[in-house]
């Protein structure tokens, strides 16, 4: 990978937000993005299997972090160690890029079905951390289950607020919620 | 209609379990589980799609039970009101096809995808009812999603018993640790 690629990616990621916002996600072409990031296609296709990709690789790099931090992290109390391991993962997700996937998936039912399988996805992922740290099913899976509903509520949330605030006070607030849901 | 045919449907689901069971989900057709339950292929397919929704029609069952009970009850407490209103919904569940149920879709991914859609699909009804009786978000999503939690973690723990349990108080005792994990 060529050393100016990291930014090549930022940019295709702007490049294809833009044009699901101006034309719509099915109307758009993986050539398309390419052109206006500046790149090939064939570098396109290097970074992302298809455009639906575009929107799903940083879910991806999520899963990843939060399975590291989980990994490391106490899990004396499995439902705050899912949730701060997610809130630390989601840290680095920025607002501006946030909005505008939200609305391209929101207006696509097969999106929406493919965003759902990643939440499955994660919350699959941090149960069996959970369990290899020692942590017996089904406490692991209602732990993970429970805590990834938490970040999900807490997104809606933090992409919908009009003017930008921290995703990370949106979690806390979320976390109280079912404190006080289940209390 | 004809007057014979719930029982035809009863006998379709059994017949389709038993096959995918001894051939493989892939490898079994409509034709041979109409062949096997002693009915037409017109009549399996005046009852089901295809050959997987033979597995989730009673999941959409679930879904609108679930909802019917969850519009009539109390939803002071929305998680116990989601919990209950499954609980009561899933009473008709017959162990002896969970079981076969269960081990087929535990072995094929793409009906694991499928199981994990209606499991999103049965938390955005919840949700959308508790909306309808008064309940706002982010508590409506937060009590459907880990209402759902504690069904699944329920229903995995019961299959899998050994012997023959009831499905009401391995769902009591998932909540019972949903509530220790958040303690």
Same mark, same amino acid.
Do not use: C, Y
């Given at each position: 990978? !060529?050393? +100016? ?10 490049? *294809?937000?833009?044009? $699901?916002?101006?034309?719509? $996600?099915?109307? /758009?072409? @993986? %050539?398309?993005? %390419?052109?206006?990031a500046g790149v090939t296609e064939r570098t396109f296709f290097r970074h992302f299997t298809d455009k639906r990709? #575009?929107? $799903? ?7 990843? /972090?939060? #399975?590291?931090?989980? !990994?490391?992290?106490? =899990?004396?109390?499995?439902?705050? @160690? #899912? =949730? *701060? %391991?997610? %809130? ?18 929101? @207006? ?26 020692? =942590?017996?099913?089904? @406490?692991? /899976?209602?732990?993970?289950?429970? !805590?990834?509903?938490? $970040? ?5 949330? +933090? #992409?919908?607020?009009?003017?930008? /605030?921290?995703? *990370?006070?949106?979690?806390q607030e979320a976390l109280g919620q079912l404190r006080a849901t289940l209390g």
């Amino acid at each position: 990978m !060529g050393r +100016w690629e990291p930014n090549a990616r930022g940019r295709m990621r702007h490049a *294809a937000l833009e044009l $699901f916002a101006e034309r719509g $996600f099915e109307q /758009t072409t @993986a %050539a398309e993005i %390419a052109e206006r990031a500046g790149v090939t296609e064939r570098t396109f296709f290097r970074h992302f299997t298809d455009k639906r990709e #575009v929107l $799903f690789a940083g879910t991806e790099q999520l899963q990843e /972090t939060m #399975v590291e931090r989980l !990994g490391e992290a106490s =899990v004396a109390r499995p439902l705050d @160690a #899912v =949730v *701060a %391991a997610i %809130a630390d993962a989601a840290s680095s997700i920025d607002l501006d890029l946030a909005r505008p996937r939200s609305a391209v998936i929101n @207006a696509n039912p097969s999106l929406l079905e493919r965003e759902a399988l990643k939440m499955v996805s994660l919350a699959r992922a941090a149960a069996e951390t959970l369990r290899e740290r020692g =942590v017996p099913d089904p @406490a692991a /899976t209602l732990a993970a289950e429970s !805590g990834v509903a938490v $970040f999900r509520a807490a997104f809606e949330v +933090w #992409v919908g607020d009009p003017e930008p /605030t921290r995703l *990370a006070d949106r979690i806390q607030e979320a976390l109280g919620q079912l404190r006080a849901t289940l209390g």
